[in-house]
C-alpha cells in the first residue's frame, strides 16, 4: 500500500483517500510546527537579528513615522468597525528599529503564526476578521497563542480586530463591553480553537458575509508602527534574517528612499509540495526548483500574476552576500497583470475596500494605481516568499463565486477609469493580461551599491 509520506501534490486522491491524504497534511504540519516552537523555547526567546545601533541611529535622521494607531482604538472604515491593537504585542519598536510585517487573516489561519513569527523575529501586525460570534473564537485563539506557545508571540504579534457594523457581537457581560472582555488566560490541556472550527459554524458563513480582505490589510499596515512595512500573507513564510539585511540594504542605498522617489521592493514567491521542508536559503531554493519541489507561486493557477521581473534570470543566479537589488522595472508589458508582494512604506496607495476575497483580484486596483503613478519595483536578489508547504493546482472560489466575479471584474475596469482621470492617463497599465500589449517594458537600470551584510 502507498504510504502517505509519498503524496505529491499533483496526486490528488479520491473518496476516502482524500480524508486520509488531509489527516496525513493536517498531521505532517503540527509536528513541523512542534519542531518549531521546541525550538524557539530553547531558545529562551532572544531575538537573534535585532539591527544595529548603528543602523538604527543613521536611518532615523532621514526617516520619521506618524503613529496615530499606536494605542488600543476603536474607529471606522466604511461600514465596519476596527478595534486597533486590541491585544497588543509587549515589546515595542522605534520607527527604523526595524521592519513590520502586516497582513489580514481570520481565526482559521492563525496556525501559520509559529512559523511566521519563527522566520521574521520582529513586529508583526495582524488585522482579524471576526464578525458576531466569531469575534469569542477569535480572542480565545488569540489567548491560546499568547499563553501556550513560545514567548516570542506575546512579545511580536499585535492583533486588531475589524467586524461588520451591522454584525456587531453581543457583549456576554452586561455589565461589561467588547473592549474589556478579552481574557488573557487559556487551558493549554485544551486544543486550539480553530481545530475544531468548521466552516459552516462560523457566523461568516451562516450569514454570508464576504470576507473584507482589503479592509484588513489597510488596517493591519496603518497600524504599523516601523517606518518600512512588508504587507505579506500569513501562509506566505520569509527568509530567515531579512529584517536585519534590509535595514543595512536601506542604509547604504538612501538615495532610493527619497521623500519624492516613488520605490517598493519586492520579494519573489514560490510554493513547494506539501512533503518538503521549508528552504532555508536561495541556494537551496534553486535545488529545489531544478528538482522541480518548488515552483513559481501560483504557477498552475496565474503564473503571469506572480513572476518577478528578469525571473528566468533570477532564478539561475548565484546566491550573494547580503541584499541587493537585482533587477527594477514597472508593471508593464509581460508584467501587467503582475501582483507582487513587496516592502514599502505608508506613503504607498492602500487596498481598495470595495474589493473582496470572493470577488478575486483584490490587489489588482493598488498595484494598477502604482503603475498608473509609474513606481519602480526593485526586485531583491536573495530574499524571497515561500507558501505554506502545498501546491494549488486550480481557484475554486472562481466556481463557487463565479457571479461575485464577475462583478468585480466589471467593478475593477470601472475603477481604472477613476484612477486614469486622478493621476493622469497611462496607455501601459492595464487590468487584465492582453498578449497584442506582451512588450517588454524595461526592466530599468539597478543603480543600488553593495551592501556588505552578515
Known amino acids: 500500500m502507498r504510504s502517505f509520506s509519498h503524496f505529491h501534490d499533483s496526486y490528488i486522491p479520491n473518496g476516502m483517500c482524500v480524508y486520509m491524504y488531509t489527516e496525513w497534511k493536517i498531521a505532517l504540519d503540527q509536528e513541523k510546527t512542534r519542531h518549531i516552537e521546541d525550538m524557539l523555547r530553547k531558545e529562551d526567546i532572544i531575538l537573534n ?5 548603528d543602523i538604527n541611529d543613521e536611518l ?8 496615530t494607531y499606536k494605542h488600543r482604538m476603536v474607529s471606522q472604515r466604511g461600514s465596519y468597525y476596527v478595534i486597533y ?24 489561519f492563525l496556525d501559520n503564526i509559529i512559523p511566521l513569527v519563527d522566520r521574521w523575529r520582529g513586529p508583526i501586525s495582524i488585522a482579524l476578521y471576526a464578525p ?8 480565545n485563539s488569540i489567548a491560546y497563542l499568547r499563553n501556550c506557545k513560545p514567548a516570542i508571540v506575546r512579545q511580536l504579534v499585535s492583533f486588531h480586530l475589524v467586524f461588520d457594523q451591522e454584525h456587531t457581537p453581543n457583549i456576554k457581560n452586561p455589565k461589561g463591553s467588547l473592549l474589556d472582555s478579552y481574557e488573557d488566560l487559556y487551558n493549554c490541556s ?8 468548521n466552516d459552516e459554524y462560523m457566523y461568516k458563513t451562516q450569514h454570508g458575509l464576504f470576507y473584507p480582505i482589503n479592509v484588513l490589510r489597510n488596517v493591519a499596515k496603518l497600524a504599523s508602527q516601523t517606518y518600512f512595512i512588508f504587507p505579506s500573507d500569513i501562509e506566505l513564510y520569509p527568509t530567515r534574517r531579512f529584517i536585519h539585511l534590509f535595514m543595512n540594504f536601506a542604509k547604504y542605498n538612501i538615495a532610493l528612499f527619497g521623500k519624492h522617489q516613488r520605490n517598493v521592493f519586492v520579494l519573489p514567491v514560490f510554493e513547494i509540495l506539501a512533503t518538503q521542508t521549508i528552504p532555508e536559503n536561495k541556494t537551496q531554493l534553486q535545488k529545489m526548483l531544478k528538482m522541480k519541489t518548488a515552483i513559481i507561486f501560483h504557477q498552475k493557477v496565474c503564473v503571469v ?18 541584499l541587493n537589488v537585482f533587477s527594477v522595472g514597472q508593471r508593464v508589458g509581460r508584467h501587467m497583470v503582475w501582483e507582487p508582494f513587496f516592502v514599502c512604506t505608508q506613503n ?15 490587489k489588482m486596483v493598488q498595484v494598477y494605481t502604482m503603475c498608473v503613478m509609474k513606481y519602480n519595483f526593485h526586485v531583491l536578489d536573495n530574499a524571497f516568499l515561500i507558501h ?16 461575485i466575479v464577475t462583478e468585480s471584474t466589471k467593478k475593477i475596469k470601472k475603477i481604472a477609469v477613476e484612477l486614469q482621470n486622478l493621476y493622469g492617463f497611462n496607455p501601459n497599465c492595464s487590468t487584465s493580461y492582453q498578449r497584442k500589449k506582451h512588450r517588454e517594458v524595461g526592466p530599468l537600470k539597478a543603480n543600488n551599491k553593495k551592501a556588505q551584510n552578515t
Open 305 to 322: 500574476c506572480h513572476r518577478v521581473i528578469d525571473s528566468e534570470k533570477w532564478v539561475k543566479a548565484k546566491e550573494t552576500e547580503g
Open 85 to 108: 491593537n486590541f491585544v497588543k504585542a509587549q515589546r515595542k519598536f522605534g520607527c527604523t528599529e526595524s521592519v513590520t510585517l502586516s497582513t489580514p487573516a481570520d481565526y482559521r
Open 388 to 403: 505554506k508547504p502545498g501546491v494549488k493546482s486550480k481557484k475554486v472560489q472562481l466556481e463557487k463565486f463565479k457571479v
Open 190 to 197: 485544551l486544543p486550539p480553537p480553530w481545530q475544531a472550527a
Open 348 to 362: 504607498e496607495p492602500l487596498w481598495d475596500e470595495r474589493m473582496t476575497w470572493e470577488g478575486q483580484n483584490n
Open 132 to 139: 458576531g460570534h466569531d469575534f469569542y473564537t477569535t480572542l
Open 49 to 53: 537579528y535585532d539591527i544595529s545601533s
Open 60 to 67: 532615523s535622521s532621514y526617516f520619521q513615522c506618524d503613529n
